[in-house]
């Protein structure tokens, strides 16, 4: 068994050691028995005692760690948007910038047209929504990697003057929800499952 596979068992005994009554409300999330279904990193999702099930594979990684702890910090609250907040705004946030920038950004900035024509199909399989103020790039998106977290991408086509750029920003009480190591690799993450979809 992996670190991680530890780390997310570990996280899964917490949770159902005192499982909220009102969990499946938090998360939101669909109740079955014991298991919760939601929607994660684009993916159907179950939680169950002993496991995460993202599609229909088992999650032993990284991800899994991030659903794990999405579970055990959720609260009642609600996703609240606006003003969006940029990775470095987020509480010792520091020490991850670097890779965050990288890992999250970067890494589409060669695919800023392609994304653009599956931005509909981008949207849809994380129940996103357009965004079409005037001041947000050449396109952007909302996507949601976990039910109550956002993730507001914004993509600026190379001209003239300035090279391409992707901007992602987080809603606004994102760092509720998750830990700020956590908030990383869901950028990460939900980066990586764009460059997988297109």
Do not use: W
């Amino acid at each position: 068994m992996s670190n991680y596979e530890n780390i997310i068992k570990g996280n899964l005994q917490r949770l159902y050691s005192q499982l909220p009554a009102d969990l499946a409300d938090r998360l939101p999330a669909t109740r079955a028995g014991d298991d919760f279904l939601f929607q994660a990193f684009g993916e159907s999702c179950r939680i169950a005692p002993d496991t995460i099930i993202i599609g229909d594979k088992s999650e032993t990684g990284p991800a899994g760690i991030v659903i794990s702890l999405y579970t055990l910090q959720v609260t009642n609250s609600a996703c609240q948007l606006a003003p969006f907040k940029a990775f470095r705004e987020m509480p010792n946030s520091m020490p991850y910038v670097g890779a965050f920038a990288l890992n999250t950004e970067s890494v589409l900035l060669q695919h800023i047209d392609t994304i653009e024509r599956a931005s509909a199909r981008i949207i849809a399989q994380f129940n996103g929504s357009q965004e079409a103020q005037t001041d947000t790039g050449d396109f952007s998106f909302i996507l949601y990697p976990l039910p109550k977290i956002a993730i507001h991408y914004i993509f600026y086509r190379a001209d003239d003057e300035f090279p391409a750029a992707v901007t992602c920003l987080f809603s606004s009480n994102a760092a509720t929800f998750l830990p700020t190591d956590a908030l990383a690799d869901t950028g990460e993450y939900t980066s990586k499952k764009i460059l997988d979809i297109i």
